[in-house]
């Protein structure tokens, strides 16, 4: 079955820095990847939607500048968080899939940031 | 844009009972209704879903139903077992692959 890696699983780092979260398709071709956000105890919420070689489309009230996602490739997708503040600690999550196909979701990036 | 709501948000059960947890929805827009179940720091894990052009969909102890009409759904585990613990999301959207809205969750746990 289609099968979604993320990298890291989990990552400290100190505000004001910024960190990557890499999500791989390892057995598919993703032509599309989601990125959902989900703080403790709550839902997951839709952060933006990539197409391969597109720019990412934004959910509202979500900072492109801040959370600059990258789709080059038809495996990878990333995540950078920049210039992190302790209020963006969340678990990041990202989903994938092919054509129209079901979504994969990846196994969830634990942040925190001191 | 498509809400959805989830209820209860936790729910205790004797192991061997049956648990039931509704969604509803705002979308009628909407043709697919996953659910997800996740462990503590583990991404979500897709259980069972259904399409709109079904009304009941079952996979061994776990059942899903849909009335398109009023806009629920709803997950039924039998037989539950303590490793059935866990928190669990429904979802809906357009399109199976679409992007998801999900509800608040459910924290369900199996008494043994």
């Known amino acids: 079955g289609a099968v979604v890696s993320q990298h890291p699983s989990w990552v400290i780092c100190k505000s004001g820095t910024s960190v990557k979260i890499e999500c791989r398709s390892l057995?598919?071709?993703?032509?599309?990847m989601f990125w959902y956000r989900q703080f403790p105890k709550q839902s997951l919420m839709l952060m933006a939607t990539?197409?391969?070689?597109?720019?990412?489309?934004?959910e509202q009230g979500v900072e492109k500048d801040k959370f600059l996602i990258n789709h080059a490739s038809l495996t990878l997708s990333t995540l950078t968080v920049t210039s992190a503040h302790p209020e963006d600690s969340s678990f990041y999550i990202c989903?994938?899939?092919?054509?129209?196909?079901?979504?994969?979701f990846g196994s969830g990036t634990r942040l925190t940031v001191v | 844009g498509e809400n959805v709501e989830q209820h209860p948000s936790t729910l205790s059960v004797q192991e061997g009972d049956s648990a039931v947890i509704k969604c509803t929805y705002s979308?009628?827009?909407?043709?697919?209704f996953p659910w997800y179940k996740q462990e503590l720091g583990k991404g979500p894990q897709l259980i069972i879903d259904?399409?709109?052009?079904?009304g009941e969909k079952k996979d061994q102890r776990i059942a899903v139903t849909l009335n398109k009409t009023a806009k629920h759904f709803s997950l039924h585990i039998t037989e539950t077992q303590p490793e059935d613990s866990a928190v669990y999301f429904c979802?809906?959207?357009?399109?199976?692959?679409?992007?998801?809205?999900f509800g608040t969750g459910t924290r369900l746990a199996v008494r043994p």
């Open positions: 259904i399409r709109s052009n079904v």
């Open positions: 979802a809906a959207s357009y399109s199976s692959g679409d992007k998801l809205t």
């Open positions: 989903s994938a899939r092919e054509g129209l196909r079901d979504s994969t």
């Open positions: 979308d009628s827009a909407s043709n697919y």
């Open positions: 057995d598919f071709q993703a032509t599309t």
């Open positions: 990539s197409n391969e070689g597109s720019k990412a489309t934004y």
